[in-house]
């Protein structure tokens, strides 16, 4: 498995990508406990807005950790190779998304200490936070080592059409797009990592090719060298 065209996450991309997957849990972790005490203190027909506000914070932090989940995903990705790995790595975020509510909605729902109305409420409130809390975490479009590096050999080629060398573009810190120009308006006076397509890639995870460098280097393709130009004159006489 020492393919050189496979994609493998620069040990920084991955150091990043495992800071993310921490941050996740942590948000887990807080939203778990957040249930845990709001089952415990706030069911009840008097403490009402508290656990709606509750349903809240727990919603927004279920969704933080989904987002960062899905980042260190991004920045590296599982391989497709064992499916159930793959499918429980994309999809936890929608997993612990539901587990951070649904205790919550069967509590509210066969508590028999709150009235009719409450239970309304509240039960609809929480169902409808844990749905949103698991539609957000689907991963709809999850990334594995084997897209990646199918993706790589196509922006590859796509470059390469246009006359950019894939083994020679420029990216920096921010975003997720490489250059084929160094001195493209969009990383003039940042500072620049070089290197090839799959490089940028493995550096950042996602990766593009930049539209403005795209287009220059399309309409430079499209012109024809005054060579071929005067090869084709000679040709015709
Ligand atoms: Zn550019």
């Known amino acids: 498995m020492s393919d050189t065209n496979t994609f493998v996450a620069t040990p920084e991309a991955k150091g990043k990508a495992k800071k993310f997957r921490t941050f996740a849990i942590i948000a887990w972790v807080v ?55 793959f499918f429980l790595q994309n999809q936890l975020g929608a997993i612990m998304g539901v587990m951070c509510l649904l205790p919550m909605v069967i509590m509210i729902f066969t508590s028999n200490t709150i009235s009719g109305k409450t239970k309304a409420i509240a039960g609809s409130a929480a169902a409808v936070a844990m749905t949103a809390a698991g539609v957000s975490g689907v991963e709809f479009d999850a990334a594995s080592i084997e897209k990646y590096t199918a993706e790589i050999k196509k922006q590859n080629k796509e470059a390469e059409s246009f006359g950019i060398n894939s083994g020679l573009v420029f990216w920096s810190k921010a975003g997720n797009k490489y250059h084929a120009f160094d001195d493209c308006q969009y990383i003039k006076g940042k500072s620049l990592s070089k290197g090839s397509i799959k490089e940028s890639w493995e550096q950042k995870g996602i990766s593009e090719l930049c539209k403005v460098c795209k287009k220059k280097a399309e309409k430079a393709a499209s012109v024809p060298k005054t060579s071929d130009v005067k090869e084709l004159m000679e040709a015709e006489n």
């Open 31 to 85: 939203a778990m406990a957040a249930q845990a005490f709001a089952i415990l203190k706030l069911i009840s027909d008097d403490k009402l807005v508290l656990l709606i506000v509750a349903i809240v914070g727990i919603l927004v932090t279920a969704i933080i950790g989904s987002t960062f989940w899905k980042k260190s995903n991004k920045l590296d990705p599982t391989s497709e190779k064992n499916p159930t790995r």
